[in-house]
């Protein structure tokens, strides 16, 4: 009898088939990487199993990124295995080859990058060419056993999807071809001068950049202007109440956005009206009008993560971790990779049904508070049928993130307030709306001189809380109203101030903005048919927004600093070489909103694969040839100057695309300086501006992690600025720990008195200082040395700052940090750096797998500083190991001798 394979994208969604379709297939058995019963075989992969890859004669290897190899635009593409996912996808493969297996259903996520999983796995099966086996799509939104059970009632034919797969592919294949030239062409530009400066750019990753660095830019440009403010204070009868000094006559003018109504521009003009008006009547007229506000709609996986940013400070990364986790683990919410904010018209039924479930379920610690909020929608009957919420033309493969039938237990703590988030919403949506009575109210005094002048102030009282309700919000008493003022009564200005304030730049960005950014990036492009592409899509998907921004500040193109987004060096770097290359087109939306034009027309069969294909190619190579062509020694920007002097003459040191120069004393155009300059960007990592500000003035910076060898291997280095009397000049020069070679050639004792001890060494119990590029034991240096106690300031990419040292003394393991980079695989991992008393070091402790924070067993495995040649830190295998997977809990209790790990290989391409 033949049988269906069913490939689900994930093993937890394999799982929820395999109960779901019991009851109706009977019985499944289950085996090592799959389930099985008489009809049926259920397995999944574990997201992307295969990538895209050129022919091997079209691959360049790692130490040839030249032009001489580019562009690379292979004639097709093959597909590869992905190393960490050998097994699982030998298993799916072996199943998919069974000659009792007849047909294919795809079961990954529903989407067009579930569409790309399956094919790309059906492609490799067969050889390269699929396997010609029957295919029929799965749809879920939901995860629940029933909404499982209808979707495979109702199963799509592989031709209607074959839009789908076309416009997966040749999306997946354009952002290969852009991304590959693209940032092989700019890094080839960026190491002509020696070394290897990797300069990643994307169709997505990089126009998303643009909007962060041209806010700086608007930041860095704003000059601030002083304006005033006149407030008075007015005494009626009933009270007191304080008003502020407007323009009535006021119109917006488009050229300056700073003019405002209830600004004055000069000191002397504020003074004037503020004792004009002082101790005069006022005559008062109050208007007031009731206005209502609706509740937001419902969320989409955006505005999900741009709350939980702005309420809990969280990344977006963990935003779509826990309602992942939400989705498929406690099957509590409807698919969170959505983008769209609405429900099907067909869903009433199923929405009462919820909400019942919601009434009538004893819920967990503080969601039980939703159940009386349910049970008040319920009684008054609130969930009714609205096209604001249920509209099948606002819906695109998924529809909003709602709770689901199923009711929860015991959650943890971010679990719990992600779904108290999404259920506040899914109830307040049905309630009515929010009533309140706005009161402005005008004071207008007439001054001794004739002249009027008026103050406003305004009152907003929540009369009726309505879906406010649901969020704990209640009707405001009275005494929240403005003081009463009697009709015809003439009020007292009782004082007048003028306060001197500041205009101030726009704010920088934070993830919830960038977010908004990102997702009405379509609002920027002229062209009505691109904007219209972009509506419902933005730069990103909401499935990749949290990973392009995670790139993005991996990549050093942006640091977190607190809730912001900064954009750095290199990232302004990166903009003025597009623009000056003229290759822009790579730092706007309208690339995405073009191609997403033609995806979706891809989509319903009105535009070939081949023709869309055809002109990425065309584009690919467009851009190596700019760069390549490019033949002037400096690339136009906007360069700055710095207020350090130069080392040499004290001349004026300006920015140009490649470096710091001395400009003669003036700074002239006319004027040569001295010779000296510095680069930019010294092997591969770009200065900040308060990097070489101190550099000039102090001679020396650092440690600074980040440098790249030619070969692109990372590594952590101390800067000096040194006399160079064979140049007769100043140059930069690298500092391996020569801080602690010169204490101890000269044996000269080493002087901390300056410094705080950091704490007790392990090892001999002496103190813990900060020098050069490590933390040290004091009996480590100097003339008597009888200790060798020392760990790095930055290990693998990850600073340590004395806060941890202090812990790692104190406790012997500092917190988990996140920020360390496996030198084999570049991948970031987390881990404690602990003491291991037998080995004598420092080395790395891993969270054992599925812990959430919580320290527990590991391998301890020695953790590594850049030696003196800036060679590879070195780290054990066990610790490689474990860094390039990610997983914790090494078998044995102490790690082995540590020994050099292999080299890391450059990002041969970049995110989107």
Not at 31 to 37: K, S
Not at 368 to 393: E, G, P, Q, Y
Request: glycine share 8%.
């Amino acid at each position: 009898m033949s049988k269906t394979l069913i490939i689900a994208e994930k093993p937890s969604v394999a799982q929820d088939i395999v109960r779901a379709l019991t009851p109706v297939a009977g019985k499944f058995d289950k085996h090592a990487d799959h389930f099985e019963n008489d009809s049926t075989v259920v397995t999944s992969a574990v997201g992307h199993l295969v990538e895209i890859k050129a022919p091997d004669d079209y691959e360049v290897k790692r130490g040839k990124w030249s032009f001489a190899h580019l562009p690379v635009v292979p004639p097709h593409f093959d597909v590869a295995p992905i190393d960490k996912s050998k097994g699982r996808l030998n298993a799916v493969v072996k199943l998919a080859r069974r000659k009792d297996v007849g047909s294919l259903v795809n079961a990954c996520d529903a989407g067009r990058e579930g569409e790309l999983i399956f094919r790309l796995i059906e492609q490799y099966a067969g050889g390269g060419k699929g396997l010609n086996k029957p295919v029929k799509r799965l749809w879920l939104q939901s995860m629940t056993p029933q909404a499982i059970r209808e979707g495979f009632e109702r199963l799509r034919g592989n031709e209607e999807m074959l839009g789908l797969a076309d416009a997966a592919r040749s999306r997946s294949e354009a952002d290969w071809l852009v991304g590959i030239n693209g940032t092989r062409a700019m890094t080839a530009f960026n190491s002509r001068d020696g070394g290897f400066f990797l300069t990643t750019v994307g169709r997505v990753q990089t126009p998303t950049l643009s909007i962060v660095v041209e806010r700086e830019e608007k930041i860095r440009r704003h000059v601030p202007r002083e304006y005033w403010e006149v407030k008075a204070q007015f005494v009626a009868t009933a009270g007191s109440y304080e008003g502020k000094w407007f323009d009535p006559k006021w119109k917006k003018n488009p050229d300056d956005a700073e003019l405002r109504p209830d600004r004055v521009w000069t000191a002397a003009e504020a003074e004037a009206i503020a004792d004009a008006v002082r101790g005069r009547p006022a005559a008062v007229t109050d208007e007031a009008k009731p206005t209502t506000q609706a509740c937001p709609l419902l969320y989409d996986l955006t505005t999900l993560q741009r709350e939980a940013n702005g309420r809990f400070g969280w990344s977006a990364k963990t935003t779509l971790s826990v309602a992942q986790t939400l989705y498929e683990k406690y099957k509590l919410i409807t698919y969170p990779r959505t983008d769209s904010r609405a429900l099907p018209e067909d869903y009433l039924g199923t929405v009462k049904k919820t909400v019942q479930m919601l009434a009538a379920e004893h819920l967990p610690g503080p969601l039980r508070a939703l159940s009386a909020h349910a049970r008040k929608a319920l009684d008054d009957d609130f969930v009714r049928f609205s096209k604001r919420v249920f509209d099948n033309t606002k819906i695109s493969d998924h529809f909003a993130i709602i709770p689901t039938l199923q009711a929860p237990g015991t959650l943890g703590e971010i679990e719990a307030k992600l779904y108290d988030l999404i259920v506040k919403r899914f109830l307040a949506i049905f309630f009515p709306s929010a009533e309140y009575l706005v009161t402005t109210r005008t004071s207008r005094v007439a001054t001794a001189a004739g002249a009027e002048h008026a103050f406003q102030t305004n009152g907003k009282v929540l009369v009726n809380p309505g879906w406010l309700a649901v969020y704990g919000k209640e009707a405001q008493d009275e005494d929240a109203n403005l003081v009463a003022v009697a009709e015809g009564e003439r009020v007292k200005t009782a004082d007048a101030q003028a306060t001197a304030l500041k205009t101030r730049p726009p704010a920088r960005y934070t993830e919830a903005t960038l977010l908004s950014a990102m997702e009405g990036a379509g609002k920027l492009i002229e062209d009505d048919e691109l904007r219209e592409a972009m509506r419902e899509k933005g730069l990103g998907t909401p499935a990749t927004r949290a990973a392009i921004i995670e790139g993005l500040i991996n990549e050093k193109y942006m640091l977190r600093d607190g809730r912001e987004l900064i954009p750095t060096a290199k990232a302004f770097q990166l903009m003025t070489l597009l623009r000056g290359l003229q290759v822009e087109d790579l730092t706007k939306p309208e690339l995405t909103g073009d191609w997403e034009f033609k995806l979706a027309e891809m989509e319903h069969g009105r535009l070939a694969r081949e023709a869309f294909m055809a002109d990425v190619a065309k584009m690919a190579e467009r851009i190596v040839r700019k760069a390549k062509e490019y033949d002037r020694d400096t690339i136009p920007g906007d360069y700055v100057t710095l207020a350090t002097p130069c080392p040499k003459c004290g001349g004026v040191v300006k920015e140009n695309y490649r470096r710091f120069a001395c400009t003669g004393a003036s700074g002239g155009a006319s004027e040569e300086g001295c010779g000296f300059s510095i680069t930019k960007i010294p092997s591969g990592r770009a200065f900040e501006l308060e990097e070489v500000e101190a550099f000039l003035r102090d001679k020396k910076v650092g440690p600074l992690e980040g440098f790249r060898s030619k070969k692109g291997f990372p590594f952590s280095a101390e800067l000096k600025l040194v006399f160079d009397d064979e140049i007769g000049n100043w140059r930069l020069e690298f500092a391996f720990g020569d801080d602690e070679r010169q204490a101890a050639a000269d044996g000269e004792p080493v002087d901390f008195s300056q410094q705080r001890s950091l704490g007790p060494c392990p090892k001999c119990q002496g103190h813990v200082y900060e020098h050069g590029t490590n933390y040290v034991c004091e009996h480590s240096v100097g003339a008597h040395q009888t200790c060798d106690f020392k760990t790095g300031r930055i290990i693998l990419q990850q600073p340590i700052s004395h806060d941890e040292v202090h812990k790692l003394l104190a406790s012997g393991r500092t917190s988990l940090l996140e920020g360390f980079i496996s030198n084999r695989t570049r991948r970031a991992f987390k881990a404690y750096l602990s003491y291991d008393a037998k080995e004598g070091k420092v080395g790395f402790e891993f969270e054992p797998r599925g812990a959430k924070g919580r320290p527990g067993p590991a391998a301890a495995a020695p953790a590594a500083k850049a030696d003196d040649e800036g060679k590879a830190p070195a780290a054990t295998k066990a610790a490689t190991k474990a860094a390039a997977k990610a997983a914790p809990a090494a078998k044995k209790a102490a790690a082995k001798k540590a020994t050099p790990a292999k080299k890391a290989v450059p990002a041969k391409k970049s995110s989107r």
